[in-house]
Structure formats: structure tokens, C-alpha cells
């Protein structure tokens, strides 16, 4: 057997060195992340983690990789929720009939979610744990109120959305929580609703989106907007929502929704695109996906 | 560091090594195997360049360590040929000048053969979209995507 060359290696190598564990159970996993806390990363698709390791941005001393445990891949309907395994990967849920009638946005929003060879080996669950303002799912999880299971040698314990995500990069997982499923309630087949972002190019993150839905009864929180990409992470547009809720969606209630918006968007500015930019983004998505909604539209 | 005995199987031989665990796959594949036909550009999952397919997914060779693919197949573009004679795909790359430097043609004839091989029913669109994940400096991309859509019929009858 022949080992790889080390002279090569430890010169030309893009990550820091690592140990690696690649644990079989979900309970070998959490021991592992118990043992190990902060000086260890858990691995699922790798697809922002790796890129950060050869850039030597993150140079964790353990990594954990987790893709060779068993039935954490699952897709399915439960208890009138979608549920989703932490390995189910971005193609996994473009391309499932289970996803496209229990939660269509979904399906629509993970196909803006950078390139088809990435979607191959990137999970929902590694994207949720970064909680990068401008990712797809966290926004779709929020308008949907996703609730996550993590788990730990501590035991599960369930965290809904707006719990979860607490600012850029930040969640409520704790160094040894591993994040397992998300369950999100069904939309209802007379639910209205469109996804809109954009992106300087395709597969980019967006620098503005806009997930809008629209239940058909008067049950409470009915109509629900979202904005991601603009602030430090998603967020729900109450001011709008309220406006339509009040005078439901003609063409004046839409454009003082759209005008509202800046009363709950901390929008940022950065290297791709200034605070105003994005908050006027964000109105003619917000105007175009409410127009869209006004015929009744399912995207 | 640790280091880890791994079994896998590339375009059908089976390569036994003990690799150190941050060896990404595209480095094992160049430097261990001397498979050069696996092209290194960004090294952070931006260009396309070291696209491969793993256990018949197109997925991004520095983008995953070797050690992940212990008791995996993978496919390199070393692999897409049938000896001397050119793959279908490839044939048609070559009849629509569909390359000029060459340095981005491996991604994307593992990532074009990969998907043709789960969706033969192709639209020019959906090949843009799936190039989209492989930057070409030369072409303009028109050649590609009439190669690809060329080939495509191929696939169908195989599946």
C-alpha cells in the first residue's frame, strides 16, 4: 500500500490539518461533538465549509463527517408536516414529488440555490446551521414556521424558526447540538404564493428576495411576507402584511405594502450592493410577487 | 492530521491508499493517481473545473476529501471514453468545436454526462442552467450547449 506522497502533501495542501471521524450512528456523532466542542465541525455536503477550509477561513481540528449515517436522508409527510432528514440534499428536494405538494415554494426556491453540481452534495440542513442572510431555506422556513429538531448527548429538543436563526452566521445550536429535522407545516392546496429573488448572476446568493404567502381563511398570521438578503437574516414584513390584511390586494394597498417596508428592514450595505439598492429591490419584488398574488397566482 | 486507509473505485479499478484526511479528492485523483485529466481552478467549488462524478453524481472534486469516497465509485473523464473511441458526448463536442483551451472540458463533459444520464429529455435552457456551474473562458458557451443538446438523443436510448 502506498502512502500518499507527504512531501507534496504538506507543502501544497489547501486545508489546515484535521483529524476525521466518520461516525455510523447519530449518537457516535453527538459523543464525538461532546468530546471535541468547539475544536470540531460537523461535515454534511461540505459545500460552504470546505470552500472555507481551503481558504483556511475555518480550520476546525476535528471534523465529523456525518453523510454515512443511515436516516437522516428521509423525505416525507408527517402529522400534516413536511419533515426532512439533515442529509436530504438541494437536488433531493427539487426533484421530489413529496416536497412539490406538501411545500411548492420550497421546491421553486432551492432550484435559485447556487449550481446543479453543488445542489448535488449540499444539504438544507449545513445551509440552516451557517444561517447566511441571504440563503433560500432559512427564508422559506421562516415564512412556512419550520421547527427544527437538534440533538445532542443532552437529549432533542425542538426550536422553531424564529428561535433559531439569531443573526448572521448565528443560530441557537449550541457547539454540541446537531441540527436533524425540519418539520414544516403542509401548505394548503388553495395556499397563494410566489418566490422572487435576485441574483447578479445565476447561482449567486441574492442580494434581495421576497417569499410571500397567502392562506385562503382569516385564520390568524393568514398572510405572510418575507425578506432575505437585505438584513442580517430573514425577516417578516409585519407592516405589509398588515396593510393587505386590512385592505386586502388592490393596487393602492400595494403600493403603500411596498412603501412600508423600511419599517422593518435594517437593510446592509456591502462590496455587492448598497442598503438603498437592496431596500429598493426588496419594494419591486415585494409590488411584482403581491401583483402576481392579486390573480390568485400559484406561482 | 490522520491519516485513512480508503477503497474506492475509479472508472472501474479499484485503488487501495492510505491518504491524510484533508487530501481533497481532486488532488488524489492528480497527484496519487496522476488522473490529470481532472483540471484544478478555484479550489472553492466556484468553477467547474474538477467536476467528477461520485456514486453517479456530478459533484465537485475540491470540494470533497478523498476519504470520503472510501467504498464509493467515482467516474473521472479518464473514464468517459470506450478505449480509442470517444464517448457519444464527447464526439459531439469535438464535431461542434465545443472547446478551445480545454482547461474547463472535463467539468463539463462529467457534469453534462452525469445529467443527461438522470434527465435525457433536455431543453436548451436546462443546459444553460446546468452549465451554469462551469465557467469557460473561451467558448461563449453557444458550442456547448448545441454539443450538448446533440448529444442528448444518445441518452435516451441507453436508458
Given at each position: 500500500m502506498t502512502r500518499v506522497a507527504v512531501d507534496w502533501v504538506s507543502s501544497a495542501m489547501k486545508p489546515a490539518s484535521f483529524d476525521y471521524f466518520r461516525p455510523d450512528t447519530l449518537e457516535e456523532a453527538a459523543a464525538l461533538l461532546a468530546t471535541y466542542g468547539d475544536d470540531a465541525k460537523l461535515l454534511a455536503g461540505g459545500q460552504t465549509l470546505v470552500p472555507m477550509m481551503n481558504f483556511r477561513l475555518a480550520t476546525p481540528r476535528v471534523l465529523i463527517d456525518?453523510?454515512?449515517?443511515?436516516?437522516?436522508d428521509f423525505i416525507q409527510q408527517q402529522n400534516g408536516s413536511l419533515c426532512l432528514g439533515a442529509l436530504v440534499r438541494w437536488h433531493e428536494i427539487e426533484s421530489s414529488s413529496v416536497v412539490a405538494q406538501s411545500n411548492p415554494m420550497l421546491g421553486e426556491a432551492v432550484r435559485s440555490v447556487a449550481h446543479y453540481q453543488i445542489r448535488n452534495r449540499g444539504t438544507w440542513a449545513g445551509s440552516c446551521a451557517h444561517a447566511d442572510p441571504a440563503a433560500e431555506f432559512p427564508a422559506v422556513a421562516l415564512i412556512s414556521k419550520a421547527r427544527f429538531t437538534l440533538f445532542s448527548t443532552r437529549g432533542r429538543r425542538v426550536v422553531s424558526v424564529d428561535e433559531f436563526f439569531l443573526g448572521p452566521l448565528t443560530t441557537a445550536l449550541t457547539p454540541d447540538e446537531i441540527l436533524v429535522d425540519v418539520e414544516m407545516p403542509l401548505f394548503n392546496s388553495n395556499t397563494i404564493w410566489a418566490f422572487e429573488e435576485f441574483a447578479l448572476r445565476n447561482g449567486d446568493f441574492a442580494i434581495a428576495g421576497v417569499a410571500v404567502v397567502i392562506e385562503p381563511?382569516?385564520?390568524?398570521?393568514f398572510i405572510r411576507f418575507v425578506s432575505f438578503g437585505v438584513s442580517d437574516k430573514a425577516c417578516r414584513l409585519r407592516t405589509a402584511e398588515s396593510v393587505i390584511a386590512t385592505s386586502g390586494l388592490t393596487h393602492e394597498a400595494i403600493d403603500e405594502a411596498a412603501a412600508s417596508i423600511k419599517n422593518d428592514i435594517d437593510a446592509r450595505s456591502d462590496i455587492h450592493a448598497s442598503a438603498d439598492y437592496r431596500l429598493a429591490l426588496t419594494k419591486a419584488l415585494l409590488e411584482r410577487t403581491l401583483h402576481r398574488a392579486s390573480v390568485g397566482h400559484k406561482q | 492530521m490522520s491519516f485513512h486507509i480508503i477503497k474506492t473505485t475509479v472508472n472501474g479499478i479499484s485503488a487501495d491508499r492510505e491518504v491524510e484526511s484533508r487530501l481533497t479528492l481532486a488532488d488524489f485523483l492528480r497527484h496519487d493517481l496522476r488522473l490529470t485529466g481532472t483540471h484544478i481552478g478555484c479550489e472553492h467549488g466556484v468553477c467547474g473545473a474538477c467536476t467528477v462524478i461520485v456514486e453517479g453524481k456530478a459533484v465537485r472534486s475540491c470540494l470533497i476529501f478523498a476519504v470520503q469516497v472510501d467504498g464509493k465509485h467515482v467516474n473521472t473523464v479518464e473514464g468517459l471514453a470506450d478505449g480509442e473511441e470517444l464517448s457519444p458526448l464527447q464526439q459531439s463536442f469535438r464535431k461542434h468545436h465545443a472547446l478551445q483551451c480545454g482547461f474547463c472540458t472535463s467539468g463539463i463533459l462529467n457534469s453534462a454526462h452525469a445529467f443527461l444520464q438522470e434527465n435525457p429529455e433536455i431543453t436548451p435552457d436546462r443546459v444553460r442552467e446546468l452549465i451554469s456551474g462551469n465557467i469557460c473562458r473561451?467558448?461563449?458557451y453557444v458550442r456547448i450547449v448545441n454539443a450538448i443538446m446533440d448529444a442528448a438523443p444518445n441518452y435516451r436510448k441507453i436508458t
Open positions: 456525518i453523510n454515512e449515517i443511515k436516516g437522516l381563511n382569516d385564520q390568524e398570521d | 473561451c467558448t461563449g
